[in-house]
């Protein structure tokens, strides 16, 4: 599976951007998808996965409450609604392809380029 991220850009603390990841084939619904970011001088740190069906999810703590992740399996596509953006979510976010829920990138098999989240104080 192919994934693009889109979405990204520069927004004030308090505000809200939603991310998107498309994907290309028609085996997206055999996936789980995750998000994840890495700041500048910083590892790749999970932000949030969720299920093939979409019924389950998982948050990294920094975000829980604040972000939610979604999928519509009809278009391919699943999302990261960020809401309350403080200046340390600025990082590149990236969305990846797995066969289970998880939090460890090395379990993902398939990685989007990338976008960046810049949040200004």
């Known amino acids: 599976v192919q994934l693009q991220a889109s979405g990204g850009g520069l927004v004030q603390a308090g505000g809200s951007l939603r991310l998107s990841c498309a994907a290309s084939?028609?085996?997206?619904?055999?996936?789980?998808m995750g998000w994840f970011r890495q700041a500048p001088g910083k590892e790749r740190e999970f932000v949030a996965t969720?299920?093939?069906?979409?019924?389950?999810?998982y948050y990294a703590d920094s975000v829980n409450g604040r972000f939610t992740i979604s999928r519509d399996n009809a278009k391919n596509t699943f999302y990261l609604q960020m809401n309350s953006l403080k200046p340390e979510d600025t990082a590149v976010h990236y969305c990846?392809?797995?066969?289970?829920?998880?939090?460890?990138?090395?379990?993902?098999?398939?990685w989007g380029q990338g976008t960046l989240v810049t949040v200004s104080s």
């Open positions: 990846a392809a797995t066969y289970g829920l998880a939090s460890d990138p090395s379990r993902y098999h398939y």
């Open positions: 084939g028609r085996t997206f619904s055999s996936y789980a």
């Open positions: 969720i299920s093939q069906s979409g019924g389950g999810t």
